[in-house]
């Protein structure tokens, strides 16, 4: 065993640890406490396995479950921008690339490579498990805010056309889901949860 690789490893696993600590706006069930990046990745990653026979096409589960579990660990140095908050989506990437640069870094330079390509991958939308994971990533706080009675939606006044600008190319992934979130969006819409403007 190589003692510097394996340190380098160990420092990874350890820095990313901090993911637990990195708050989403999201509460979780029955509105309790707001869910933490890690219990995000995690919940996603169980999803793609449950799901993935919606998905539009043929996918490498394996790998579309690595991609959900390391999609936000950038977000240790980035921090959790709110998916409606435009402004600081305006310099989320860039935050983003110099967040993936240090923590990928971390590792040996093989397993850094590997992680960092499978990120890029996935902010690409471009392969059929970044296109799925996207699909998750979008569903999962859907389906938390459907369980909270669309209690983050009410507390941040969310529009409809902010739900349908975010969800633009959830389809991509998977029209089953798609068409399974578009009738909760909805639902919430009626029930006065999203602003119909």
């Known amino acids: 065993m190589e003692k510097e690789r394996l340190g380098r490893q160990l420092d990874f696993i350890m820095e990313i640890d901090k ?6 706006q999201t509460h979780l069930s029955g509105r309790g406490r ?5 219990e995000h990745a995690w919940h996603m990653a169980v999803m793609i396995y449950l799901l993935r026979e919606y ?4 996918i490498d589960l394996s790998k579309a479950m690595m991609m959900a579990l390391i999609h936000d660990v950038v977000e240790i140095d980035a921090g ?3 998916a409606y908050d435009e402004e600081g989506l305006m310099h989320q990437k860039e935050k983003e690339a110099r967040a993936a640069e240090r923590i990928f870094g971390m590792l040996p330079e093989d397993q850094a490579k590997e992680l960092r390509e499978l990120f890029e991958e996935f902010e690409a939308y471009e392969s059929p498990e970044a296109r799925f994971v996207h ?3 979008n569903f999962q706080p859907l389906l938390l805010n459907d369980s909270n009675n669309g ?10 056309s902010q739900i349908y600008k975010r969800n633009a190319l959830t389809g991509r992934g998977s029209a089953e889901i798609w ?17 119909d403007e």
Request: aromatic share 6%; net charge negative; proline share 0%.
């Open 135 to 137: 699909a998750m990533d």
């Open 55 to 58: 998905a539009n096409e043929e």
């Open 34 to 38: 707001q869910e933490n990046d890690a």
């Open 19 to 24: 993911e637990k600590n990195i708050f989403r």
């Open 151 to 160: 209690g983050d939606w009410r507390t941040h006044k969310v529009c409809k």
């Open 80 to 82: 959790d921008t709110y």
């Open 179 to 195: 068409e399974h979130m578009e009738s909760m969006i909805k639902e919430n819409i009626r029930k006065g949860n999203i602003i």
